[in-house]
């Protein structure tokens, strides 16, 4: 099976502009979940959907939102860049029911570069 | 609210060493708990998990990992460290019940030099 694939792998943008990251999970997977790492704050979530519903959200400002696909494809989409999104953004997937202990497997991640 | 507390935030062993890599969590039950693994420029890999099946769990690259209720702790072990185990480790946990805590929760991480 191919495991989660995120484009671009690499990105620079200017502040102010926004940006869209791509994810497609493990063929089956329903779940994806979105994170952020910075050297700073670690790894933090994002948010998560299953089934193109939105089912948790971390403490992020609503520049930060995404979106699933009927074929759980998904894409989180930044606007309004800031010098402290910088950071390497990461995928992940799962079978997703709520509450099972599905564990999530990881894309190699989108590093944004904000200048 | 579920969190986890990684100690130490770099650990140096020597080649053929004991690695041991600690993690407490903090959770209402029970949770889920896994540990992770992160290659510089790469994604996380799963390195095992616990779902109350089993209180020692092993996992891939001869890691393993002993889940104490007692101590709220779940630390990861290996007997013999390898060059190629240098990396950066995550503890994570998941929580069982609650909308909010389905999420996963990471340690801070721990970096594992092993030196030859």
């Known amino acids: 099976k191919a495991g989660v694939t995120q484009t671009p792998r690499y990105l620079i943008k200017t502040r102010g502009q926004q940006v869209t990251l791509s994810c497609s999970p493990i063929s089956g997977h329903r779940s994806v979940s979105w994170y952020q790492q910075t050297p700073g704050q670690g790894l933090q979530f994002l948010f998560e959907y299953f089934s193109e519903t939105q089912r948790n959200k971390g403490n992020f400002p609503g520049r930060f939102s995404g979106r699933q696909f009927s074929n759980s494809r998904s894409e989180m989409n930044v606007s309004t860049l800031e010098l402290g999104d910088s950071a390497l953004y990461l995928c992940?997937?799962?079978?997703?029911?709520?509450?099972?202990?599905?564990?999530?497997?990881f894309g190699p991640g989108t590093r944004l570069t904000v200048t | 609210a579920q969190s986890v507390t990684q100690l130490g935030s770099h650990v140096s062993v020597s080649e053929g060493a004991l690695v041991l890599l600690r993690c407490n969590y903090s959770s209402s039950v029970p949770p889920y708990l896994f540990w992770y693994v992160q290659y510089p420029n790469q994604g996380l890999q799963l390195l095992l998990k616990y779902t109350s099946a089993a209180t020692l769990v092993k996992g891939i690259n001869g890691f393993e990992a002993e889940f104490k209720k007692s101590e709220t702790s779940f630390h990861l072990t290996k007997p013999s460290a390898h060059m190629s185990d240098a990396a950066e480790y995550f503890c994570?946990?998941?929580?069982?019940?609650?909308?909010?805590?389905?999420?996963?929760?990471f340690g801070k991480g721990t970096l594992l030099t092993v030196n030859p």
């Open positions: 994570a946990v998941r929580g069982r019940s609650g909308g909010s805590n389905y999420k996963l929760t």
């Open positions: 992940a997937s799962s079978l997703g029911a709520a509450g099972g202990s599905y564990e999530q497997y």
